[in-house]
């Protein structure tokens, strides 16, 4: 049974940091493309960062320079560091595993919400 779980989101004031981590099992972690999206209140879910399985990664242009994506392919982790959070960062994050050659191989996690907020 394939499992990402998300942790690390919380309530943090503008200008904060948060690292998110999501832990995997049941897939063949070192494999897979990881990414992070996330989906605020009556906003379309989008892609925040990916990393592939040779560690090339990309960002939205909104958190270029702020959020940095990492894998620990020995724990089955993926990291998304956020630096210089700002209130349009609020929304909760999801963690996905996927395949891009193989679509039936498409995962993802529970939810962690992030709130940036005075």
């Known amino acids: 049974q394939v499992q990402l779980v998300e942790s690390g989101g919380g309530l943090v004031q503008p200008g904060g940091s948060l690292r998110l981590s999501c832990a995997a099992s049941?897939?063949?972690?070192?494999?897979?493309?990881l990414n992070w999206y996330r989906q605020a209140p009556g906003q379309q879910r989008e892609m925040v960062a990916r990393?592939?399985?040779?560690?090339?990664?990309t960002y939205a242009d909104s958190v270029k320079g702020r959020f940095t994506i990492s894998r620990d392919n020995t724990k089955n982790t993926v990291y998304l560091q956020m630096n210089a959070l700002k209130p349009e960062d609020t929304a909760v994050y999801y963690c996905n595993a996927d395949q891009p050659r193989d679509l039936k191989y498409d995962y993802w996690g529970q939810g962690t919400q992030v709130t940036v907020s005075p």
């Open positions: 990393i592939t399985s040779g560690e090339y990664t």
């Open positions: 049941g897939i063949m972690f070192g494999f897979y493309r």
